[in-house]
């Protein structure tokens, strides 16, 4: 199972630039899933909700529809960022689209600074989609400094996480490998790169898109400030044996009634 890692440079509120810069990188690389950046068409720090209102997908909207082909047009999975609009509110959502047709929304749970003035807090909760026998969940960005966020996926079955992010702190992608390994699963941090400047604010979206196994092996790690992609492999098997040593599994050895506050 080759998992691609596809780290773009969005052009704020361009949409048919973004949607063509991510079309070309999955034509480009072989691969049974690929994970985009968290906000891939859009473009990420807006002044306000009717500023990215215009800018939000409604279901059956054609830039999803154009990556769902893709999908379908590879065989491959697509686990992509974008504004969703639904129901009259904004969400931050990724979602992952099947060749079979199937398609999975998931809406950010944990919104990360100004993402509070514009979007809702994601309903969907967390959920685990299989796809050529690897299971697969979504988290986005910020979800990250939750360790509830890919813990709930592990327990869910997740062999692999598709972290579709826009990071601008230093660290999650170090982070990461806590996730993988306190979980033994994959997780796949997708990152933009590139800068968005407006009204006073400015975020440097900091690239380095990565891949770690269960074990805390990076198997790929993109540069910092340019677009790129990485393929690498992952085998569901590794992810699924939670065995540390002889005695010891990461699931079984929880004790779930001692977690408790006071
Ligand atoms: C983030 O959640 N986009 C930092």
Not at 56 to 74: S, T
Not at 132 to 154: H, Y
């Amino acid at each position: 199972m080759r998992v691609a890692l596809v780290q773009s440079s969005p052009v704020f509120g361009d949409i048919g630039a973004n949607l063509r810069q991510l079309l070309a990188a999955i034509a480009a690389n072989e691969a049974d899933l690929y994970v985009l950046p968290e906000l891939c068409l859009s473009g990420y720090d807006f002044d306000g909700p009717s500023q990215l209102a215009p800018f939000a997908q409604e279901a059956g909207a054609e830039p999803l529809e154009a990556l769902a082909r893709a999908a379908a047009e590879r065989g491959a999975g697509i686990a992509f960022g974008f504004a969703e609009s639904a129901g009259g509110k904004l969400y931050n959502s990724s979602c992952l689209a099947l060749p079979d047709g199937r398609r999975r929304v998931y809406r950010k749970t944990h919104l990360f600074a100004r993402e509070k003035l514009l979007f809702s807090p994601g309903d969907t909760g967390f959920f685990v989609e299989e796809f050529r026998g690897l299971r697969v969940g979504i988290a986005i960005c910020f979800d990250w400094i939750f360790p509830e966020s890919f813990r709930t996926l592990a327990l869910l079955g997740a062999d692999l996480v598709a972290h579709c992010a826009n990071l601008v702190l230093p660290y999650c992608q170090r982070v990461d490998y806590a996730r993988a390994v306190e979980n033994r699963i994959y997780v796949a941090t997708a990152n933009r790169v590139g800068i968005e400047e407006r009204a006073g604010r400015r975020l440097t979206f900091t690239g380095e898109s990565v891949l770690v196994a269960p074990d805390g092996e990076y198997l790929a790690r993109l540069p910092a400030g340019e677009p790129a992609v990485a393929v690498a492999r992952v085998h569901p098997a590794k992810a699924r044996d939670k065995g540390l040593g002889e005695l010891n599994d990461l699931f079984a050895d929880r004790r779930p009634e001692l977690y408790r506050l006071g």
